[in-house]
């Protein structure tokens, strides 16, 4: 039923497809919130918006990188199922907090809490996937279609927004957040998740048993290693296009708009196309492929003289984002036990979203000390950097199955079978705390 060609071919999977609709209304929602809180913010605040929601964005992120881990710790021996409603209706009850809000530190205080529980919700959601699709195509397409879902919100969102707005208030955003968190509560409800119960482990091992395993997998050190060069051309994309269009061009809303879609389109077509990707080359190099699209695109950036020139560019750093973040989910996936995964999974949800939290400012400042050509170049040498630095740590030969000696342990334990040097697929655990030297 799963080999169906197409990219909705994974579609077929009843509890897949439930858990794909949960995300889509999830996403849509959480759109209508974005747009809905800048309105709040500019009633609030005026002309200090701008401050405060970059003040909103970095709280964000930073409940991300703390939360995520200690989130699984404190969750992960819990019925899946159960965790991810209730984290849905908090979510849903946090939203519905934020229209009588009246002073600024009331929107920190529930955005912290909201973004707690995302921290808390995501990478047991993403963690879910596999062990619903055993299949790595199915699995493939799974991840490609959670790229175009994200994509497809940042674009869908704002009209959505724009269609209600004709109807409601800018409160009346909230109730269709509400709304989408309810309905990915009641989407969840009906999906059965595998659980599997943990080995019990002290409460600092499980909150840095993520970290451990992330850590110490070259193909992991290699990932986020690009991951850091995606939160740089992404923070240019995000903090610097309205600068670009409006500041420098001297264009207007539509046009900032238009450039964001350029970006949001070259970033759908490749998650798309991904699985055909992936059928004729390896996650390593399609993710290098797309840190050189990123070098590529902030480099020709330097020298642009027209908006029109800025569109190709914009999508081509749309190419280049999706081909590293569509094949990390598999990454992860064959990085760790079943057991390990929602850890795993909220390690690089804390330590990718760290990247961005060093991003965001560091390019936010570049762009407004220098001049944009030179802030182009700072990026596109940074990337190369992560190219290389990526190519250095995760090594070209990437086997699952690895030969290894095993000194630490007694020659009749169970786990050699006789054998002190033997060979199977490895991964980070308690009897293998370290990647073996090649």
Same mark, same amino acid.
Request: proline share 5%.
């Given at each position: ?94 939203? !519905?907090? /934020?229209?009588? +809000? ?5 929107? @920190?205080?529930?955005? =912290?809490?909201?973004?707690? &529980? $995302? #921290? ?41 927004? !724009?269609? /209600?707005?004709? +109807? ?5 955003? @909230?109730?269709?957040? =509400?709304?989408?968190?309810? &309905? $990915? #509560? ?253």
């Amino acid at each position: 039923m799963l080999g169906n060609a197409s990219l909705l071919g994974v579609l077929q999977h009843p509890a897949y497809r439930r858990l794909f609709a949960a995300q889509v209304v999830s996403l849509l929602g959480t759109g209508l919130a974005s747009v809905a809180l800048g309105l709040l913010v500019f009633e609030l605040g005026g002309a200090n918006a701008g401050v405060i929601l970059g003040t909103v964005l970095a709280i964000k992120i930073i409940a991300y990188v703390t939360i995520a881990p200690v989130a699984e710790a404190l969750l992960g021996n819990l019925p899946r199922r159960t965790v991810l409603v209730l984290l849905d209706l908090v979510r849903a009850g946090f939203v !519905l907090a /934020l229209p009588w +809000v009246t002073e600024i530190w009331q929107i @920190y205080l529930l955005i =912290f809490l909201l973004q707690a &529980a $995302s #921290a808390g919700f995501t990478p047991l959601f993403q963690a879910a996937i596999p062990d619903l699709l055993k299949n790595e195509e199915a699995y493939t397409k799974a991840l490609s279609l959670s790229r175009l879902a994200c994509d497809l919100e940042t674009l869908l969102s704002p009209v959505l927004a !724009l269609l /209600l707005l004709a +109807v409601v208030t800018w409160q009346g955003l @909230y109730a269709g957040t =509400f709304c989408g968190f309810l &309905a $990915s #509560a009641a989407l969840v409800c009906t999906v059965n998740l595998p659980f599997s119960k943990k080995t019990p482990l002290p409460f600092q091992k499980r909150v840095t048993r993520g970290m451990q395993i992330y850590l110490a997998t070259p193909r992991l050190q290699g990932g986020l290693i690009l991951h850091g060069a995606v939160a740089a051309a992404g923070a240019m994309v995000f903090v610097n296009t309205v600068v670009l269009v409006q500041g420098h061009f001297g264009l207007n809303e539509r046009d900032t708009a238009l450039t964001l879609a350029a970006f949001g389109v070259g970033s759908m077509l490749v998650a798309v196309v991904s699985p055909k990707l992936l059928e004729r080359c390896s996650e390593r190099n399609l993710m290098l492929m797309g840190s050189l699209m990123l070098v590529i695109s902030l480099g020709m950036s330097t020298s642009i003289e027209k908006w029109s020139e800025l569109l190709p560019i914009w999508m081509v750093l749309g190419f280049g984002y999706s081909m590293i973040h569509v094949p990390m989910g598999r990454l992860l996936t064959r990085s760790a036990h079943t057991e390990d995964r929602p850890a795993l999974f909220a390690a690089h949800f804390s330590l990718s979203h760290a990247c961005w939290l060093i991003a965001y400012p560091t390019v936010g400042w570049l762009g407004a000390n220098l001049e944009l050509s030179l802030t182009f170049g700072i990026l596109a040498l940074g990337c190369l950097l992560g190219f290389l630095l990526a190519c250095r740590a995760w090594p070209k030969i990437d086997p699952m199955d690895l030969e290894h000696r095993h000194d630490d342990l007694s020659s009749d334990h169970p786990h050699l079978s006789g054998k002190n040097v033997h060979f199977h697929p490895f991964v980070i655990d308690d009897l293998h705390p370290q990647w073996p030297k090649r």
